[in-house]
């Protein structure tokens, strides 16, 4: 049996070229999100991957207190290699763990502010095969934040809910915004109350 106590963050972040305009205001909100799910009772960890033609596993079980995001804009955007390694990598990761010492709760969250340009070794189809085995056989949620397409149809490509599906302007207000509607999802997933995005939230992601 899982630890009920525990849960833990995936965040997998874009860091190409195009981040730059927002790269201040995006690492602003995850912060910001970290800090707000550090309160929630129980324990939390927190692993963070970074991609752009190349893919980082910069933090590995990080304690929310110390986590900080390092985002340098560059390259192109290896989106397909990025999620099918850190699906495969976290699950081998937890995988690893005594089966009591795992989290009850695994949320993956993967932001980007573009479409896939660069994989070489991941499809949409492989990819979507590996988010669907884990959140039907262990249960893991995944959400999917976009800006320059519609969110909710690339992350279906992917396997992703669509109501865990959203489209943010990558403008600072909407950046703030989705920190928050992040950060108010993943709380509610804590507590065994997965609620989707709200049409509130998505219009306040839009810039609306």
């Not at 976290?90 to 993967?110: D, K, Y």
């Amino acid at each position: 049996m899982t630890d009920p106590n525990y849960a833990a963050m995936l965040l997998v972040i874009d860091r190409s070229g195009s981040m730059a305009s927002i790269r201040d205001e995006m690492v602003q909100a995850l912060e910001a999100a970290i800090a707000e799910q550090k309160e929630e009772p129980g324990l939390l960890t927190v692993d963070v991957v970074t991609f752009d033609n190349s893919i980082e596993h910069a933090v590995v079980l990080g304690d929310p207190e110390t986590v900080r995001i390092r985002l340098e804009p560059r390259g192109g955007t290896a989106l397909y290699d990025a999620v099918g390694f850190a699906v495969q990598q976290f699950g081998a990761q937890l995988a690893g763990m005594p089966e009591h010492a795992r989290p009850s709760s695994v949320q993956v969250i993967v932001v980007t502010d573009g479409m896939e340009n660069s994989s070489q070794e991941w499809s949409a189809e492989s990819v979507k095969a590996a988010v669907e085995r884990q959140r039907t056989e262990f249960g893991w949620d995944f959400v999917f934040l976009g800006a320059n397409q519609d969110a909710v149809l690339t992350g279906a490509r992917l396997g992703f809910a669509g109501d865990a599906s959203m489209t943010y302007a990558p403008a600072p207000g909407a950046v703030g915004t989705l920190g928050a509607s992040m950060s108010r999802y993943m709380s509610d997933l804590r507590r065994g109350e997965r609620r989707g995005f709200d049409d509130g939230e998505r219009d306040s992601a839009a810039g609306a």
